[in-house]
Each structure stands twice: as structure tokens, then as C-alpha cells.
């Protein structure tokens, strides 16, 4: 174990670092590693070892019946992991892989039922990072991450949120610093016409893929019998509830009580600056998903009795940023992204 003092004064207890080479023989062996990505960061283990799988399911605390995004490094590594691989996905795979978006494609029988839940579909993405995109070139195999964070909380966006949550757990974080879109992939797979259903909005956007794809139909998320694992409503904590609405009627309904502020460009009059995460004071939406989940964590280390936020306009990465607030805020069963 190796102790220092990171920039934030935090105290890592896992080994971190950006060492390539130790973190491909830590993955050979079986064990798992923290691995960086555009996206959040992930809690990696070779895909093709069940016991590798295993320990992530345990580690993060994660329902087993809950599948696993394999990561690659090219389209062609793709390829020997999926029976079929639509037009209109190689299309997209052509454009914006690596980048933060994930395939749902029939599986192969390279890939095993531990690792997609027993379900048919394999979910496939190549993370744009360039420490991620290297490790996974090294390897012979791809790796299974799910984001590095205990079942049902804030996806992690830096190498110190993952250490404060699984450090104990974990031999080695390949640090990559702060992600750079900040929220998880875009799920999509195809429905039986051929049309694209996104399962998850994430840090590609819908009007991106619609572009090369045609009309998508979007899920619903639901909290009874879901079709796919990853469309639950999600209550992920913060610890304090996350309440939606207009943010000058709820900081009056609340005054008197220790809440937060979650905003998109301006702040609200009479609430503590510290309590207030403004997203992008420019009204860049990208600005706002990278600092949404820190934005979060901050707040929810102050221990506040409520946090209050307000919606975006419903475009771009405002779609999935306004899904994670809802999320946040609903409750019910507890699952995650
Ligand atoms: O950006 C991301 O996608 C990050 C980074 C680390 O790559 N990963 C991530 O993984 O968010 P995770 O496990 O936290 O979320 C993946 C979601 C889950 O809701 C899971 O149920 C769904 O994808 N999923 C994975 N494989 C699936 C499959 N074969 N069929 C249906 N849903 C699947
Ligand atoms: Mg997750």
C-alpha cells in the first residue's frame, strides 16, 4: 500500500497512479483496477474470467441479475463479441466510437451469461480516454466495467471519488483525472423494425444519433418490470432528498431549513454560496454534465436536510442531465444508472 497526500488532502489508501503496465498485470491476474473514461470511471475486470466478474458484482455491492458494459478498444475488437451488427450501428460505431456511447447487440458465444445477466444483448462501448484506450490495446482481453461506485450511488468523476467509496477494496486506480463529459454512455440497441431504442440518455445525445439513425424511439424508465436491467427509476442518494421544481418557490417553501441548491445558470438570493453548485453560469450544457455529479458530492458532504433543483431545457445533454435529476429525486426501488 502506498499512502500520500493527493492535491485535495485526501488520503489514498489504494495505489494509484497512471502506470499502464501495472495495471494490465493487476487485470491478467484476475484482479480489478479503476479505470478513467470520458464518461465516469469504471470498475474494470477481465470480461472473459467469471471469477474477475464475479468480484465486481461483489465489490460494488451489485445485484447480480444487473449486466455489465464490456469495454474495447476498435470496432474490430467488437466484432468477435456480437452475432449481428446492424448497418445503422456500424455507422454510428464509425463516427462516434470511442466516445460515450454504448451498442446493446446480440451476443456471441465468446461472451458469457455472467457478465450480460443472462440476457441475449451484450452491451459494447469503447471509452474515448487515452490511458483506457492504451491499457485496452495492451490486453487480450476487454474488460467488464460498470461505473466504480457502490450499487446505487453517484457515479464517480474523479480518481478520489472512486477512492473514498471502493479504495479499500481496490489494488490499483489508473488515474486519469477529471472526465471529461461527466455522465455515463447513451445506451441504444435496435427494436424488431430496425428502429433504434435508446435505453439510457447519456453524454451522447439523442440528436446526434437521430442524424445518422433516423427517429429513435426513447424508453421510459419504470419501476415495475423493467425489459432491460438499466431502466428503473432511480432513488441513488444523495443522502438528503433532491427536490425538482422552480428554485425561488421552493427556496421560499424551505426558508428556515439547511438545504442546497442544484441550478443550471444562476444562483438563488439568499442561500449560502457554499450550498450552491450553478452548472454553467454560460448555459453550456457539456459544462453542466461534467460538474453535475461532483456538484452532488459536494453538496451532499454537507450534510443539508434538502437539496433543491431545477430542471434544463429538455435538448441536447440537457435530456440526460435532466434524467439524472430525476432520478436523484425519485423514490422508490433502489438501482442506479
Ligand atoms: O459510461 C458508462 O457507460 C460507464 C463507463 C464506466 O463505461 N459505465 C456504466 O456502467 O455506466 P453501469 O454498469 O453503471 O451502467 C450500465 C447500465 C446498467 O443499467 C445495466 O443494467 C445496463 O447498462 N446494461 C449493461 N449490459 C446490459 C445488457 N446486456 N442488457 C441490458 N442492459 C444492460
Ligand atoms: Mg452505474
Known sequence: MTYFVHPNSYIFVAQHGTDITQAARLLREGQLVAIPTETVYGLAGNAMDEQAVGRIFSVKNRPSFDPLIVHVASVERILPLVSDFPDTGRELASLYMPGPLTLLLPKSREV?????????????????HPLTLELLETLDFPLAAPSANPFGYISPTTAAHVERQLGHALPYILDGGSCEVGIESTIIGWGDSGQVVVYRKGGM??????????PVKVMPHSSSR???PGMLASHYAPSAPVLLGDLKELAKEYAGQRIGV???REGVDGIPEERQVILSKVGD??????RLFAG???L????????LAELLPEEGLGRAINDRLRRAAATGETTEF
Request: no cysteine; hydrophobic share 45%; proline share 4%.
Open 300 to 307: 451532499d458532504a454537507l450534510g443539508l436536510e434538502g437539496i
Open 262 to 264: 442544484i441550478s443550471f
Open 112 to 128: 458469457s451469461d455472467f457478465v450480460t445477466a443472462g440476457s441475449q444483448r451484450v452491451a459494447v462501448r469503447i471509452p474515448r
Open 285 to 290: 450544457y457539456a459544462e453542466a454534465a461534467r
Open 226 to 228: 423493467p425489459d432491460a
Open 205 to 214: 445525445s439523442i440528436e446526434e444519433i437521430e442524424n445518422v439513425a433516423g
Open 296 to 298: 452532488m458530492r459536494e
